[in-house]
């Protein structure tokens, strides 16, 4: 997986508490992404980072905030996790936001009771 | 808004079999259109790409067909095999600008 790490890989809670995903890369590559993948609706992106500290929002960025302090980390944040989030989350690198190849990690599979 | 619409859902094939998978798009300021295999349990990898300045690309067993004037493209996966099991997904994006992705096709290749 392209030296990607995502933790947890499973990670069941309880509406309303906060959760905290990392994705941890070993590419030294600019762009990281966030996704969500729900059957019916495909990769549906979140929020990106194009350097550290700069970050944007994507398509479906309600309920969640990420942040990036160091290159190879990007850490995506449920604040008050509801049961729509519950889903498997990607992230995913690549070199530039440009039409590179986007390398996705192995993924994240949340549950929220 | 779904900005790349997949079809199909779901396929099944036997070996040997070329299944289709289609997909269009109404931006016609996309120009940058991959597909992506994702097997289970497994993060989605890039599997083949193709920009509108030509109509058909071939990697391996793997075509994308590319229709300009319809909107449309798809890929074909010639001789299908069991390991060609997986779900695809379609995708775009115009300059820098972040990929949409398509709902996904899971594909069966049945022995």
């Known amino acids: 997986d392209a030296g990607i790490t995502q933790s947890p890989r499973h990670k069941v809670t309880e509406t309303g508490t906060p959760v905290t995903l990392r994705c941890h890369q070993t590419?030294?590559?600019?762009?990281m992404y966030w996704y969500r993948q729900d059957p019916g609706h495909g990769l549906r992106l979140i929020h990106y980072s194009y350097g550290v500290k700069d970050t944007d929002k994507g398509e479906v960025s309600d309920g969640y905030s990420v942040s990036r302090s160091k290159t190879e980390d990007f850490l995506l944040t449920l604040e008050s996790a509801t049961s729509s989030q519950t889903s498997v989350y990607f992230c995913a690198i690549s070199d530039s936001g440009g039409q590179e190849t986007q390398y996705f990690g192995p993924g994240t599979r949340l549950l929220v009771l | 808004q779904q900005q790349v619409k997949q079809s199909p859902q779901s396929l099944i094939v036997q070996k040997g079999g070329i299944p289709i998978i289609n997909c269009a798009y109404e931006?016609?300021?996309?120009?940058?259109f991959p597909w992506y295999q994702q097997f289970p349990g497994k993060g989605p990898a890039l599997l083949i790409a193709?920009?509108?300045?030509?109509s058909e690309k071939k990697e391996g067993r793997f075509t994308i067909s590319f229709n300009k004037s319809a909107k449309q493209f798809s890929l074909h996966i010639m001789d299908s095999q069991p390991g060609d099991s997986a779900t695809y997904f379609c995708a775009a994006s115009k300059g820098f600008q972040k990929l949409v992705f398509g709902t996904g096709t899971r594909l069966l290749v049945s022995p």
């Open positions: 590419e030294n590559h600019r762009y």
């Open positions: 931006n016609t300021a996309f120009d940058y």
């Open positions: 193709i920009r509108p300045d030509v």
